[in-house]
């Protein structure tokens, strides 16, 4: 068990660009979560999957952010035009079936300068 | 009024204190109430996961989840400088996969 991975660690982009995150959850877990987490709060539901079906988004979610999980495997956030308030920690965790915990992996921090 | 009230801190403890870090709700549809462990600039670690009302114990760790009052607590005994990190509550309603947060408690654990 590897644990929950993201890429990159730490991402510095130009407002309006578009970036891209991947996330690859602890194998055989169905369920995948995208949260973001904001410098003093706790992280925010973005969206969720189970296997490669997504199930809900949250208001969060603006038109400018896409979430895909095409095999059920790993899953990838895009943010497209990229906005200073955007600037956030973006986290992603994974949970198997029957079980209520989510394992969080170490989070991509962007930086939109 | 948010869900989920946590008071972010910061706490400063003397090693080999016990700690206490608390959190009310306010959503009595809430079922599962988790804990977690955040060092700066890293993901959550997983610390304690209960379910419904009752107490949870797990080395120096003890969970208590007091559903009538919408409070939980998560206890820490003989406290080390490397419990010095932010702890943030999190619960979620039974057939929902939305985990909801408290903002965090800062913790420093001087040695």
């Known amino acids: 068990d590897t644990g929950v991975s993201q890429d990159p660690r730490h991402k510095i982009t130009k407002r309006g660009q578009n970036v891209t995150f991947r996330c690859d959850p602890i194998s055989e877990h169905n369920r995948l979560y995208w949260y973001r987490q904001t410098l003093g709060q706790g992280p925010e539901f973005l969206t969720y999957?189970?296997?490669?079906?997504?199930?809900?988004k949250s208001r969060l979610l603006s038109d400018r952010f896409s979430a895909e999980r095409p095999k059920g495997s790993f899953s990838t956030l895009e943010i497209q035009r990229t906005e200073q308030g955007d600037s956030a920690m973006y986290l992603c965790a994974s949970r198997s079936g029957g079980r209520a915990e989510q394992y969080f992996g170490p989070g991509t921090r962007l930086t939109v300068t | 009024q948010k869900e989920v009230e946590q008071d972010p801190g910061p706490l400063s403890v003397p090693e080999g204190a016990i700690v206490s870090l608390n959190c009310t709700y306010s959503?009595?549809?809430?079922?599962?109430f988790m804990w977690y462990r955040q060092y700066s600039r890293k993901g959550p670690e997983l610390l304690m996961y209960t379910y419904s009302s009752g107490n949870k114990e797990d080395g120096r760790f003890t969970a208590q989840v007091d559903k009538s009052s919408k409070y939980i607590s998560l206890f820490i005994r003989d406290s080390q400088p490397s419990d010095s990190a932010t702890y943030l509550c999190?619960?979620?309603?039974?057939?929902?996969?939305?985990?909801?947060f408290g903002k965090g408690t800062k913790l420093t654990v001087n040695p």
């Open positions: 959503n009595s549809a809430f079922q599962y």
């Open positions: 999190a619960m979620v309603q039974g057939g929902s996969e939305k985990l909801v």
């Open positions: 999957f189970q296997n490669e079906a997504q199930l809900e």
